[in-house]
């Protein structure tokens, strides 16, 4: 098979920069609604580098089906073969490119929150055990979301997601470590005044290891910490349905006030566990390609000039122990377009309307991402 330049690139990079596929390793692909030949380039890239491929499909209306009528039997028994597989895995790949993202929204939500609940310890084992690297794959649906031609968005696409993510190297590694050595995070804009503690607990680099397209520098709340409102400002898709303007109330860590265009939903979901009403991740976006938000949480999270604090588990490490089936991320851009907004670490404006201001973290603002 003939395949496609730009694929073979992309799947260069995902075997290489993003998982370091090393001889013998053993790596899940797992491929919804992708092109075979994509799935045909990750294969061979997997091979050239001495590792064994398995694959996996799946086709987003026929994973509808199964949820529709999920029983606790079925799912308990699919988490079992899911993570003894998993638990085989050196490294993971996903691919997700359905043209309907929407195409779960008439799931109950009874039967959503049992498939997650049973499948969390597959997504666990993922995430805290393997090379992991998640990412889109370019549809005309997405080329919708965003409001671009398809062949525009393809090459937006590919231009993204083989973005030379050394280059955001230094200036990420200067703002882990400022957030590391940080106590008190206050964060400010139009209907948004949070403040909480990140004291003691790291902070992580994501620069093309976990997720393509990447951007971020992420951290996470002291778990009573947060206190304030925080308004949202991209919209987002969870679990099939769609939302618009959420903003969230925090007493003590806790959301006690949650509402948006779907609020009855996003109760239902945040009742999912008593973790899904806590945060788990606090996070600062920074990828110069990525502008506007498109329903697409791989893409939007890394918005330039946006941070996102999230609903729900904790990762393990920069994590504060929260446990929940919901990880959500919810994301609001800060540059001036969307209304601006600060970021202060101690006291000290380290972010205002999307530019980072100390010289040390000039680095991750697009003038010099895109100078390269």
């Given at each position: 098979m003939i395949i496609d330049p730009r694929f073979s690139q992309l799947a260069d990079g995902l075997t290489g920069f993003s998982t370091s596929l090393a001889k013998g390793e053993r790596v899940l692909i797992d491929a919804f609604d992708v092109p075979d030949a994509m799935v045909i380039a990750l294969v061979r890239a997997a091979r050239a580098r001495g590792a064994q491929p398995f694959v996996q499909i799946h086709r987003a209306r026929v994973t509808r089906e199964l949820s529709l009528g999920a029983e606790a039997g079925q799912y308990e028994l699919i988490?079992?073969?899911?993570?003894?597989?998993?638990?085989?895995?050196?490294?993971?790949?996903?691919?997700?490119?359905?043209?309907?993202?929407?195409?779960?929204?008439?799931?109950?939500?009874?039967?959503?929150?049992?498939?997650?609940?049973?499948?969390?310890?597959?997504?666990?084992?993922?995430?805290?055990?393997?090379?992991?690297?998640?990412?889109?794959?370019?549809?005309?649906?997405?080329?919708?979301?965003?409001?671009?031609?398809?062949?525009?968005?393809?090459?937006?696409?590919?231009?993204?997601?083989?973005?030379?993510?050394?280059?955001?190297?230094?200036?990420?590694?200067?703002?882990?470590?400022?957030?590391?050595?940080?106590?008190?995070?206050?964060?400010?804009?139009?209907?948004?005044?949070?403040?909480?503690?990140?004291?003691?607990?790291?902070?992580?680099?994501?620069?093309?290891?976990?997720?393509?397209?990447?951007?971020?520098?992420?951290?996470?709340?002291?778990?009573?910490?947060?206190?304030?409102?925080?308004?949202?400002?991209?919209?987002?898709?969870?679990?099939?349905?769609?939302?618009?303007?959420?903003?969230?109330?925090?007493?003590?860590?806790?959301?006690?006030?949650?509402?948006?265009?779907?609020?009855?939903?996003?109760?239902?979901?945040?009742?999912?566990?008593?973790?899904?009403?806590?945060?788990?991740e606090f996070a600062i976006g920074f990828n110069p390609h990525i502008l506007e938000p498109m329903r697409d949480i791989l893409f939007d999270e890394k918005i330039a000039g946006s941070f996102h604090f999230t609903p729900g588990q904790a990762y393990e490490d920069c994590g504060n122990g929260n446990k929940s089936q919901v990880h959500w991320d919810m994301v609001c851009i800060q540059r001036p377009e969307y209304g601006g907004g600060e970021i202060h670490f101690d006291g000290k404006l380290v972010r205002k309307d999307g530019l980072f201001v100390p010289k040390s973290l000039h680095k991750l603002n697009p003038a010099y991402l895109l100078a390269g």
């Open positions: 988490a079992e073969v899911e993570l003894a597989r998993m638990r085989k895995m050196s490294a993971y790949i996903a691919l997700r490119g359905s043209d309907n993202i929407f195409e779960a929204a008439d799931v109950p939500s009874e039967r959503v929150q049992l498939v997650s609940r049973l499948m969390k310890p597959v997504i666990d084992q993922r995430v805290n055990k393997t090379k992991w690297v998640v990412l889109r794959w370019p549809t005309s649906a997405m080329a919708q979301q965003a409001g671009m031609s398809t062949e525009a968005f393809e090459d937006f696409y590919f231009r993204v997601c083989t973005l030379d993510y050394a280059r955001m190297k230094p200036g990420m590694r200067a703002l882990a470590e400022l957030m590391a050595s940080t106590d008190q995070v206050r964060v400010t804009g139009p209907g948004t005044d949070l403040r909480f503690s990140i004291k003691g607990i790291g902070a992580k680099e994501c620069g093309g290891q976990y997720n393509i397209p990447d951007g971020e520098v992420f951290s996470c709340p002291v778990k009573d910490s947060v206190e304030g409102v925080v308004q949202y400002n991209a919209p987002t898709v969870y679990l099939g349905s769609s939302f618009d303007n959420i903003r969230l109330v925090f007493k003590k860590g806790k959301i006690v006030e949650a509402t948006s265009s779907n609020t009855t939903k996003l109760n239902q979901i945040l009742d999912s566990d008593p973790g899904a009403r806590y945060i788990g």
